[in-house]
């Protein structure tokens, strides 16, 4: 009722370069596409976001240099169809409509355009909540199927706090990778909400991270002498007391949330960075955990290691034995949330112990960190558990690795 009036008044409003289809059947979700520059059926807006509650999406062409947009073409298509099939967004009637807008605005979403053009893109030039963008090219100095993809899926709906859904920058080593494993990690994303890591098919382990304990004291909520529950008392390259590089905070914009903050200056960002542990919990080898964090950043750039040690009575410590470097990746200025699994093994010794480190460094300013999540997904298989400190052939990290990634600490972790 609603969408037939929009669309006749829709009718009404001639825009050149739009094919006709948009008018055609079953198309009232089109009719976003065409609000915004519509004036006088602005009334119908809320009238029709009512109506259908769900979010628009707007798939891009992805930028390939290297065949003049041929492949970003077939890879903004492929976006675009499975989110029409899957019917959970409103896309847009064709790509083909996507592009012809974009040609007659000079519209050329990239992953180097910034956060603010990018929203205002998808918010006012299209009346859209959702973006999806990126690059394709091929990776230089190899054979033809290797290429490095950037997608970026950005939910723009809250004017102040984009919120990234999803972002990868991987070498794909594969073309078939593209499809099956980044573009369905993306989709799985948006659908679930879930930002990062495998799509949630397992009913076993979502049930799991749902209903099992947290092994980390993540919400920053509670704690003593300055010092949150379940986190070290010092912190930094130098193991400074809190208040410094490393602060128990309340949330800028929320009294009553506590949350971690580090303050690089740039001297710091530039050599070691800082970093913050917390305390050790246990883990077992082969098992499958997830990692969930939310921070902020106004500059620094974001990592989380999860780092798993066995104890060596010979050294009488623990080592570090495994570790899973997660990279965040987001808007800055705003809250994201990462998540990621990771599967502690090792050749030679058995990962007993794991514990985060959350970490900022190369640019000076603030990161926030909040309600850190490490919990148990899928028990490790009665043969891995049988391991013990038999050499697996399954474990992809061998000690001489493990040991050169020690040695290298956070030298390693400077570089980008
Ligand atoms: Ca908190």
Avoid at 148 to 155: E, G, P
Avoid at 243 to 256: A, F, I, L, N, P
Avoid at 283 to 291: A, H, L, N
Avoid at 304 to 327: A, H, M, T
């Amino acid at each position: 009722m609603t969408s037939a009036k929009c669309k006749m008044q829709n009718a009404k409003c001639f825009i050149p370069w739009f094919p006709r289809s948009i008018w055609e059947p079953g198309i009232a979700r089109f009719s976003f596409f065409i609000f915004h520059f519509s004036f006088f059926i602005s009334f119908c807006l809320p009238a029709a976001g009512a109506a259908d509650p769900r979010r628009v999406v707007v798939p891009f062409d992805f930028v390939s240099k290297f065949d003049d947009g041929r492949y970003g073409r077939m890879v903004g298509e492929m976006i675009w169809k499975k989110l029409a099939r899957d019917g959970r967004f409103i896309v847009p009637e064709s790509m083909q409509e996507v592009r012809d807008f974009c040609a007659a605005r000079n519209l050329a979403p990239s992953p180097e355009t910034d956060q603010a053009t990018m929203r205002k893109i998808v918010r006012e030039d299209f009346d859209a909540q959702i973006g999806v963008w990126g690059s394709i090219e091929r990776a230089p100095g190899t054979d033809e199927d290797i290429y490095d993809l950037t997608i970026k899926c950005v939910d723009f709906s809250d004017e102040k706090q984009p919120r990234a859904i999803y972002a990868e920058k991987v070498r794909a080593k594969t073309v078939g990778e593209v499809p099956h494993l980044y573009v369905k990690r993306m989709l799985d994303a948006l659908k679930g909400g879930k930002p990062d890591g495998p799509p949630a098919t397992d009913p076993i382990a979502e049930e799991n991270w749902k209903k099992g304990p947290n092994l980390v004291a993540g919400d920053f909520q509670h704690g003593a002498d300055g010092v949150p529950k379940g986190w070290a008392d010092r912190a930094g390259q130098r193991r400074e007391p809190l208040g410094g590089q490393v602060r128990w905070v309340d949330e800028t914009d929320d009294s009553k949330n506590r949350v971690i903050r580090f303050v690089l200056e740039k001297q710091v960002a530039e050599t070691t960075g800082v970093m913050y542990y917390s305390d050790f919990f246990q883990v077992e080898e082969g098992t499958k955990y997830r990692f969930q964090c939310r921070w902020r950043s106004d500059g620094p750039a974001v990592k989380v290691f999860i780092k798993c040690y066995d104890y060596l009575p010979k050294d009488g410590r623990r080592r570090e034995v495994y570790r899973s470097q997660q990279n965040l990746d987001g808007p800055k200025n705003a809250w994201n949330t990462h998540a990621e699994e990771f599967t502690p093994r090792h050749t030679n010794y058995s990962p007993r112990w794991g514990r985060v480190m959350l970490y900022a460094y190369l640019k000076p300013g603030a990161v926030e960190f909040d309600d850190v999540i490490v919990k148990r997904l899928v028990p490790a298989s009665p043969g891995e558990r049988a391991k013990a400190r038999r050499p697996s052939s399954e474990s992809d990290v061998t000690l001489e690795e493990m040991e050169s990634n020690r040695r290298r600490g956070v030298e390693d972790d400077k570089q980008k």
